[in-house]
């Protein structure tokens, strides 16, 4: 290289880390002008007036970087996380961690990018909570948005090479009920460390778990888990009969063929759900696991279509206290089994009689799905029933 074109490059750069360094310290200055976050005193019991204040507990899902990825989870993803930079940026590092075995090490691959991982947290509205996390590096940021107030982040301009901690208090506004926390480095700051991450403060109330959906309507509801074989002649059927259909695919498959989904999922009241990461017997889990499988599966359904799940389908119908909880932590309302099954041929009602009002029926999305899917409509035609969405009658 040339002693020219270095030192105009040299130039170049300079000129952009000083401009950026100086919107740093601009917002900083701006930041540093907010008012305070309320305190924990002022906030109100999460169950309103004259009732018992909820435990505090740490809502982040796996905090410490400790937790292995779950089967068929993307290759190089972070448990519970999500990096701008991917795999390519972020990775779990057993050198030197704060607490455990493992930190999150952060390296931004250019000179535009801050290095972000964040997570969705389920919060309460009206109350007050602490974000912390423990990093190492220099222009380290933690915050929090959606919160429904203005809250500025918590930084450190350097950690002097070894691990410093920052925290940052804020209170949910009255329709907040997830935030997003984020933390990141600065441009051209070169690489960070974080560890043991914390959201101190009240859990969500436990999601409901339900089998059929209490109604007097004459509907039923068709529900398709999995989705690892995808055939034309199911799509055409749903498409041809107008059919709302309740989709609770895994990630895999889901980001294998998206438009497929997209597609068998167009029929107004119909959405797509959450069913785990890997497909795992939770109940066999720990809670913070469970909420990884859960909030991972979440983001998925996110990412691809738009739209987060607010129902959730547990593997094997297997579940727990400890299911109920990490689905609220993961934003999760109702915990969905079902009552009949028509998958592969069978047509087994878990109840005497016909299909009822409000019967949630399993199906699969295997070869057999068009025979099911008719065989399950004419049981509802005899029962006199109508499919109708989930999404229409469970808020």
């Given at each position: 290289?040339?002693?020219?074109?270095?030192?105009?490059l040299?130039?170049?750069?300079?000129?952009?880390?000083?401009?950026?360094?100086?919107?740093?310290?601009?917002?900083?200055?701006?930041?540093?002008?907010?008012?305070?976050?309320?305190?924990?005193?002022?906030?109100?019991?999460?169950?309103?007036?004259?009732?018992?204040?909820?435990?505090?507990?740490?809502?982040?899902?796996?905090?410490g970087?400790?937790?292995?990825?779950?089967?068929?989870?993307?290759?190089?993803?972070?448990?519970?996380?999500?990096?701008t930079?991917?795999?390519?940026?972020?990775?779990?590092?057993?050198?030197?961690?704060?607490?455990g075995?493992s930190s999150?090490?952060?390296?931004?691959?250019?000179?535009?990018?801050t290095?972000?991982?964040?997570?969705?947290?389920?919060?309460?509205?009206?109350?007050?909570?602490?974000?912390?996390?423990?990093?190492?590096?220099?222009?380290?940021?933690?915050?929090?948005?959606?919160?429904?107030?203005?809250?500025?982040?918590?930084?450190?301009?350097?950690?002097?090479?070894?691990?410093?901690?920052?925290?940052?208090?804020?209170?949910?506004?009255?329709n907040?009920?997830?935030?997003?926390l984020?933390?990141?480095?600065?441009?051209?700051?070169?690489?960070?460390?974080v560890?043991?991450?914390?959201?101190?403060?009240?859990?969500?109330?436990p999601?409901?778990?339900?089998?059929?959906?209490p109604?007097?309507?004459?509907?039923?509801?068709?529900?398709?888990?999995?989705?690892?074989?995808?055939?034309?002649?199911?799509?055409?059927?749903?498409?041809d009969?107008?059919?709302?259909?309740?989709?609770?695919?895994?990630?895999?498959?889901?980001?294998?063929?998206?438009?497929?989904?997209?597609?068998?999922?167009?029929?107004?009241?119909?959405?797509?759900?959450?069913?785990?990461?890997?497909?795992?017997?939770l109940?066999?889990?720990?809670?913070?696991?469970?909420?990884?499988?859960?909030?991972?599966?979440?983001?998925?359904?996110?990412?691809?279509?738009?739209?987060?799940?607010?129902?959730?389908?547990p593997?094997?119908?297997t579940?727990?206290?400890?299911?109920?909880?990490a689905?609220?932590?993961?934003?999760?309302?109702?915990?969905?089994?079902a009552d009949?099954?028509?998958?592969?041929?069978?047509?087994?009602?878990?109840?005497?009689?016909?299909?009822?009002?409000?019967?949630?029926?399993?199906?699969?999305?295997?070869?057999?799905?068009?025979?099911?899917?008719?065989?399950?409509l004419?049981?509802?035609?005899?029962?006199?029933?109508k499919?109708?969405?989930?999404?229409?009658?469970?808020?």
């Open positions: 290289m040339s002693t020219c074109l270095s030192s105009r040299s130039t170049r750069l300079s000129s952009r880390l000083s401009s950026r360094l100086s919107v740093l310290a601009a917002s900083v200055a701006l930041l540093t002008g907010l008012a305070a976050p309320v305190a924990s005193a002022a906030a109100p019991p999460a169950g309103g007036p004259g009732t018992q204040a909820a435990p505090t507990v740490n809502l982040a899902t796996n905090p970087f400790e937790l292995p990825s779950p089967d068929l989870a993307d290759w190089g993803s972070i448990p519970g996380w999500s990096c930079g991917g795999p390519a940026e972020a990775s779990v590092s057993t050198t030197a961690p704060h607490t075995t999150l090490t952060v390296t931004p691959a250019n000179a535009d990018s290095g972000e991982c964040a997570q969705t947290v389920a919060v309460r509205p009206n109350t007050t909570y602490t974000a912390s996390a423990w990093v190492r590096g220099s222009f380290v940021h933690l915050g929090a948005t959606g919160t429904g107030k203005d809250v500025a982040p918590a930084w450190t301009e350097t950690t002097g090479g070894g691990w410093q901690r920052l925290s940052t208090r804020f209170t949910t506004g009255p907040a009920r997830s935030i997003r984020y933390v990141h480095g600065w441009y051209q700051q070169g690489p960070f460390s560890d043991d991450v914390r959201v101190d403060g009240p859990a969500p109330a999601a409901v778990a339900a089998g059929s959906v109604t007097n309507d004459k509907v039923v509801f068709f529900t398709v888990d999995d989705g690892w074989q995808r055939t034309p002649e199911a799509e055409r059927f749903i498409a009969h107008r059919l709302p259909i309740t989709a609770f695919p895994l990630p895999m498959p889901a980001t294998a063929d998206p438009a497929f989904f997209q597609r068998v999922t167009a029929v107004p009241g119909s959405s797509i759900q959450d069913h785990s990461v890997s497909h795992t017997d109940s066999t889990l720990p809670l913070e696991r469970q909420q990884v499988e859960i909030c991972d599966a979440r983001d998925s359904m996110t990412r691809l279509f738009g739209t987060a799940p607010t129902f959730f389908r593997p094997y119908f579940w727990n206290a400890d299911t109920l909880q689905a609220a932590n993961c934003g999760i309302r109702t915990v969905l089994t009949a099954d028509f998958s592969w041929g069978a047509a087994n009602i878990w109840h005497p009689g016909p299909l009822q009002p409000g019967d949630v029926v399993l199906m699969h999305w295997t070869d057999t799905l068009a025979a099911d899917l008719q065989r399950a004419a049981a509802a035609d005899a029962a006199g029933l499919p109708a969405g989930l999404v229409d009658y469970l808020h």
